[in-house]
């Protein structure tokens, strides 16, 4: 018997997270999501994510300047990151960028990799648009760090926290087939920065971490309330899927959308354009419950997603990258336990093919 795409297999035990899709709850070490991203920031899920140790304690703030320093480091790169990305996307400049670093060097590659992906996103962002890269600052927070150094000025209080509300919402997801392709990687012991480097060519799919820019081509070309459900019901007549619903764990709605959409609402302005995203929402989960029976297909992260970088300024074509920046301390610390205990992964196929003569 297969299950296709690995639907339902457990092919690992972690410490790290527990994805429960009938409860609709997501667990990350203990701690309930919506706790964390009220309680503590990136460095902190970091620190929990990797050591195990208490998102609030005093290690956060020793964590937050050690990637400090390492966005700095990481700046140095950023010439070398510029003569491999030409003429290439941004999340393809940073496909090649990350596959420059060194598999060994003096600072911890998962401190490096978390440093290294918001540095060079923020670079190629600017370089993108004509501008010079923008040195980090490591006395900030690396969320609003991350945020300034894609903007190019400082962001107010809020939005550096809805920033933070996000990379901490993102930060880990059970066996997602990015973080599994980065076990995969891991258990051939080829190194961090491989595995980080596969996790990313698996996130940049239409299918998983590529939804949330179509998410808003999706709602610029639905445009008017009275076409939401005719757009829809002809979007799935013709076999395409509505970006930002359905999930292969979650048979509800995903906990980490409401999280993202009660971020979305701290920030200023907007509320035209969340009204109607609202009504897509309710007209999508009709339509599908309508033209997909028994699926049990919902909102998932990307939906609010999409408009929470929407309203903090950044760009359709940086939000793959920004959901790295974010789930890189996921992709890490499933590294680290792959490394301490796992064997080689290695499935097995079925031959179907033609008989030897
Ligand atoms: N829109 C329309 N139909 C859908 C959608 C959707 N968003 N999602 C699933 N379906 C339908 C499928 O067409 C299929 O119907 P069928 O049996 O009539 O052919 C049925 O529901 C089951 O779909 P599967 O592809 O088997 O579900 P799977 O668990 O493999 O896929 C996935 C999960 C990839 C997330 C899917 O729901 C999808 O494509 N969603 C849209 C893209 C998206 O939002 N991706 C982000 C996911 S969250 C993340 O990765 C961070």
Same mark, same amino acid.
């Given at each position: 018997m297969i299950n296709d795409g690995l639907e339902g297999v457990? $092919? $690992?035990?972690?410490?790290? #997270?527990?994805?429960?899709?009938?409860?609709?709850?997501?667990?990350?070490?203990? +701690?309930?999501?919506?706790?964390?991203?009220?309680?503590?920031?990136?460095?902190?899920?970091?620190?929990?994510?990797?050591?195990?140790?208490?998102?609030?304690?005093?290690?956060?703030?020793?964590?937050? +300047?050690?990637?400090?320093? *390492?966005? #700095?480091?990481?700046?140095?790169?950023?010439?070398?990151? %510029?003569? =491999? *990305?030409? @003429?290439?996307?941004?999340?393809?400049?940073?496909?090649?960028?990350?596959?420059?670093?060194?598999?060994?060097?003096?600072?911890?590659?998962?401190?490096?990799?978390?440093?290294?992906?918001? =540095?060079?996103?923020?670079?190629?962002? +600017?370089? #993108?648009? @004509?501008?010079?890269? %923008?040195?980090?600052?490591?006395?900030?927070?690396? $969320?609003?760090?991350?945020?300034? !150094? !894609?903007?190019? #000025? +400082?962001?107010?209080?809020?939005?550096?926290?809805? %920033?933070?509300?996000?990379?901490?919402?993102?930060?880990d997801h059970g066996l997602n087939a990015s973080t599994f392709a980065a076990r995969v990687i891991a258990s051939t012991k080829a190194g961090m920065v491989s595995a980080v480097v596969g996790a990313l060519c698996a996130l940049k799919g239409p299918l998983h971490g590529g939804a949330p820019g179509p998410v808003l081509d999706m709602l610029d070309e639905i445009g008017d309330a009275a076409r939401i459900e005719p757009w829809l019901e002809a979007a799935i007549g013709q076999g395409e899927r509505l970006m930002g619903f359905g999930h292969r764990v979650y048979k509800v709605r995903d906990p980490r959308a409401d999280v993202l959409k009660a971020a979305v609402a701290t920030l200023r302005g907007g509320d035209n354009r969340i009204a109607f995203a609202e009504a897509v929402e309710t007209g999508a989960i009709r339509v599908l419950a309508r033209l997909k029976p028994g699926r049990r297909l919902d909102t998932n992260v990307e939906f609010y997603t999409a408009l929470l970088l929407e309203a903090l300024g950044l760009p359709r074509d940086a939000f793959t990258s920004t959901f790295a920046v974010g789930r890189v301390a996921g992709w890490t610390a499933h590294v680290l336990e792959q490394e301490r205990g796992g064997r080689i992964i290695r499935p097995a196929s079925r031959y179907v093919g033609p008989l030897a003569a």
């Amino acid at each position: 018997m297969i299950n296709d795409g690995l639907e339902g297999v457990i $092919a $690992a035990e972690t410490t790290l #997270s527990d994805v429960d899709g009938e409860g609709g709850r997501l667990i990350v070490r203990g +701690r309930e999501l919506r706790d964390l991203v009220s309680d503590t920031d990136f460095a902190g899920v970091a620190a929990l994510l990797w050591d195990g140790l208490s998102p609030m304690g005093g290690q956060r703030k020793a964590l937050a +300047r050690a990637l400090g320093a *390492a966005r #700095s480091d990481a700046f140095t790169l950023v010439p070398g990151l %510029m003569a =491999v *990305a030409q @003429g290439l996307s941004l999340v393809e400049g940073l496909r090649a960028g990350l596959a420059l670093l060194p598999d060994q060097a003096p600072i911890a590659p998962e401190i490096r990799l978390c440093a290294a992906l918001p =540095v060079f996103t923020a670079a190629l962002h +600017r370089a #993108s648009k @004509g501008q010079l890269p %923008m040195a980090p600052d490591p006395t900030l927070d690396h $969320a609003g760090d991350y945020l300034r !150094m !894609m903007r190019g #000025s +400082r962001p107010s209080a809020a939005e550096a926290r809805a %920033m933070d509300a996000y990379l901490v919402t993102i930060a880990d997801h059970g066996l997602n087939a990015s973080t599994f392709a980065a076990r995969v990687i891991a258990s051939t012991k080829a190194g961090m920065v491989s595995a980080v480097v596969g996790a990313l060519c698996a996130l940049k799919g239409p299918l998983h971490g590529g939804a949330p820019g179509p998410v808003l081509d999706m709602l610029d070309e639905i445009g008017d309330a009275a076409r939401i459900e005719p757009w829809l019901e002809a979007a799935i007549g013709q076999g395409e899927r509505l970006m930002g619903f359905g999930h292969r764990v979650y048979k509800v709605r995903d906990p980490r959308a409401d999280v993202l959409k009660a971020a979305v609402a701290t920030l200023r302005g907007g509320d035209n354009r969340i009204a109607f995203a609202e009504a897509v929402e309710t007209g999508a989960i009709r339509v599908l419950a309508r033209l997909k029976p028994g699926r049990r297909l919902d909102t998932n992260v990307e939906f609010y997603t999409a408009l929470l970088l929407e309203a903090l300024g950044l760009p359709r074509d940086a939000f793959t990258s920004t959901f790295a920046v974010g789930r890189v301390a996921g992709w890490t610390a499933h590294v680290l336990e792959q490394e301490r205990g796992g064997r080689i992964i290695r499935p097995a196929s079925r031959y179907v093919g033609p008989l030897a003569a």
